[in-house]
């Protein structure tokens, strides 16, 4: 008999049907002889068009603990209809909300994290028979203030609590049957991968890859959950995410990931003198801007250029802290840019292979494209390039590693099957 914690994604719980065939799978699981904690993320777009709520009523920006308390309302509908259609199937089920079930968080509205997991009355539930329901993507402060931990954070709330019951396994299951060389749904020759490292699947969720919560893979390597991603809608092996993975013969990139979330910063004419970057960053740091690319150009006449990349949303602020400390540094000009894309490449093996990155560049020159930035690190390369092309770059990308298969993937329900 195993403990095992199964997560089921929005797409997976969509509608009364879907969440009907998620509370069979659950029961089969139960009846098989093992015991399941279930959680779940809010029904199909629930999360979306409850924000989209928040636009008609509030101008401006609404509180943030009134949008954590509007947002965790999505999970608690699901928890409670999932325990429901489980008791029709003659199946004891309890459902529990985060903070009942001891997910304690940090105090941030918005995108919070776990600090700490209570898991006595989870456990207790599972031992007297119940499959037990605990709603994804929120938590409650010590304070008692309730929390989110930010967009996909269900897929966390899963692998925290399969630490903290010491779970067998943690199985997420959503609207593909595993994870892909990139995303299926942009690359429909993509290439399932029957296992990948914790440390590629970390990088690929930061690079942009939505399958998984970069928190969650994050806590599954440091507490060594064993991880599976596999479909709610078929009974496909899955993708195991874990320390170590084999690589296939011949292939160095393990996946591609792209992400729009991107806008540039570029300071023009910066006066060449000790401290200056020291000067932006730390203002940059003190307004919470994260920054990711950073590359500075040549010196001329004393003067340098240099750009970096941060969030969509945090371009503006960006643009305003520069100018804030425009007397300080001395420069001559700040402006930003946006409408790009960051595309990555990802594999443990680039490391040791030359050539890697130096193929990157020849395929997106190859469409006639240019490169805007570049960054690397052992297991990644990623160019930042302009968005209107971004499915044809994946596309060549993926052709150029090797990586494409003569096997469609799949993507989606079983009417949805394309
Ligand atoms: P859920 O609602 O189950 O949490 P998500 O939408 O968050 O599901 O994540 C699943 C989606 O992730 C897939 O439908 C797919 O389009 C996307 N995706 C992006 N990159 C990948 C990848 N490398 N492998 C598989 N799916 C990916
Ligand atoms: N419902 C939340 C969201 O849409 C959390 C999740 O799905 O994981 O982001
Ligand atoms: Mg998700």
New binding site residues.
């Given amino acids: 008999m195993s403990l095992i914690v199964m ?6 719980v969509g509608d009364a049907e879907r969440m009907k065939r998620v509370a069979n799978r659950v029961v089969e699981t139960q009846r098989n002889g093992h015991q399941c904690v279930v959680v779940v ?1 809010a029904m199909g777009d629930t999360t979306d068009d409850l924000i989209d709520l928040t636009k008609q009523i509030s101008d401006g920006t609404p509180p943030a603990r009134e949008m954590d308390m509007l947002l965790t309302t999505g999970e608690q509908v699901s928890v409670a209809l999932l325990s429901m259609a489980i008791h029709s199937l003659g199946q004891s089920a309890v459902s529990f909300t985060g903070w009942q079930a001891g997910m304690y968080t940090e105090a941030v509205h918005g995108k919070a994290r776990i600090t700490d997991i209570k898991p006595e009355r989870v456990l207790h539930a599972v031992k007297q028979g119940n499959v037990v329901i605990v709603a994804g993507f929120q938590g409650m402060t010590q304070e008692g203030e309730i929390t989110t931990l930010g967009r ?1 954070g ?2 966390t709330t899963a692998v925290a609590l399969a630490a903290a019951i010491q779970a067998d396994v943690c199985e ?5 049957d ?9 690359v429909k020759c ?1 290439r399932k ?1 029957p296992e990948i490292t914790y440390d590629e699947m970390l990088e ?1 969720a930061n690079l ?6 970069p928190r969650a893979v994050e806590y599954a390597k440091n507490y060594n959950v064993p991880l599976v ?1 596999r479909s ?1 809608f078929n009974h496909n092996a899955g ?1 195991n995410v874990k320390e170590e993975a084999a690589m296939e013969q011949g292939i160095v990139v393990r ?3 792209s992400d729009k979330n991107v806008a540039r910063i570029s300071i023009l004419g910066v006066e060449e003198k000790p401290g200056q970057l020291a000067k932006v960053f730390t203002a940059l740091a003190n307004a919470q801007i994260d920054v990711d690319i950073i590359v500075q150009s040549g010196v001329l006449n004393g003067l340098a250029d240099f750009s970096f990349t941060v969030s969509l949303n945090d371009k503006e602020k960006a643009v305003d802290v520069i100018e804030s400390i425009r007397s300080e540094v001395g420069f001559r000009e700040v402006s930003s840019q946006q409408n790009l894309v960051k595309v990555s490449i990802v594999g443990a093996g680039m490391v040791s292979t030359p050539g890697v990155a130096a193929k990157m560049f020849e395929t997106i020159s190859d469409l006639g494209l240019s490169i805007n930035m570049v960054s690397t690190s052992e297991i990644k390369t990623s160019c930042v390039i302009e968005n209107n092309r971004l499915n044809e770059v994946i596309q060549a990308l993926h052709t150029a590693y090797g990586l494409d298969t003569d096997q469609q ?1 799949f ?2 329900g079983p009417s949805e099957r394309r």
Avoid: E, Q
């Avoid at 997420?172 to 593909?176: E, F, L």
């Fill in positions: 997560k089921f994604g929005g797409s997976s993320s996909g269900s897929d997420i299951y959503t609207d593909v595993g994870i892909y060389s990139t995303d299926p749904r942009v993509a991968l690929l942009g890859a939505a399958v998984l919560h991603v709610s993708t996946g591609i990931a993937a993507v989606g």
